[in-house]
């Protein structure tokens, strides 16, 4: 049974820093692997999505991996700002046939002005 | 393309009562998942529908709860005799292609259960 937990639960550093956020999962037969970013009483937004065949995704100031031998992916955001204070869930799809989405917990960034 | 739409976004109902969500995939999305996020804890995989099927209801609570995907109009999830307990946030996503593509997220329907 697939597990996803998210490495830390909540996390706060000035503004400009660079971070990582860690999300490691149970089982290796994932077939994508997403980032999500959730503001408070909001949706979910897309941020980035790792197919099983791929190693990383980039967009803007944000990197994610995917190693999927270690059960690990990270999502790398480079000079943080207070805009990106919001949860941050990361979500692997089964590859049981459904490809249902198994969520971690989240990481709650908060950035200082 | 207009994204997935989900209503209504807030929903009060009574401890008893029905709660009907609905979810209206991307134009041409022909698959369809429910997940619930309750207070302070992650979202759960509730059930995966295509066009007039249930494919995996595995997340779904036993009783009180459906979900169908009819041939025309939106998908429904369904809660009857609401208690306390079912109180969250029910979020459904679309894809075109199951697993080869990602799934897109509706902003959600916040019920609350008085």
């Known amino acids: 049974k697939q597990e996803v937990t998210q490495i830390p639960a909540a996390l706060s550093v000035p503004e400009g820093e660079n971070l990582v956020l860690n999300c490691s999962f149970t089982?290796?037969?994932?077939?994508?692997l997403q980032w999500f970013r959730q503001d408070p009483g909001k949706g979910l937004t897309s941020l980035l999505l790792?197919?099983?065949?791929?190693r990383e995704q980039t967009s803007g100031r944000l990197n994610a991996s995917l190693d999927k031998s270690s059960g690990r992916s990270t999502l790398y955001i480079a000079a943080s700002q207070p805009g990106d204070s919001a949860t941050y869930l990361c979500a692997a799809s089964t590859t049981s046939g459904t490809y249902k989405y198994i969520f971690g917990t989240g990481t709650r960034l908060k950035v200082l002005a | 393309n207009a994204g997935v739409m989900q209503n209504p976004r807030h929903l009060v109902r009574r401890r008893g009562q029905e709660a009907r969500l609905r979810c209206s995939p991307m134009k041409g999305h022909s698959h369809v998942y429910w997940y619930r996020q309750l207070p302070e804890e992650g979202l759960k995989f509730m059930v995966y529908?295509?066009?007039?099927?249930?494919?995996?209801e595995s997340g779904m609570p036993k009783e009180r709860f459906s979900a169908e995907f009819p041939k025309e109009g939106p998908s429904i999830l369904r809660i009857q005799q609401v208690v306390r307990g079912d109180s969250a946030a029910y979020f459904c996503?679309?894809?075109?292609?199951?697993?080869?593509?990602?799934?897109?997220f509706g902003p959600g329907t916040r019920l609350t259960v008085l």
């Open positions: 996503a679309s894809s075109g292609l199951a697993g080869t593509d990602t799934q897109y």
């Open positions: 529908l295509q066009k007039e099927n249930i494919i995996d």
């Open positions: 089982d290796s037969a994932i077939y994508n």
């Open positions: 790792i197919q099983s065949s791929q």
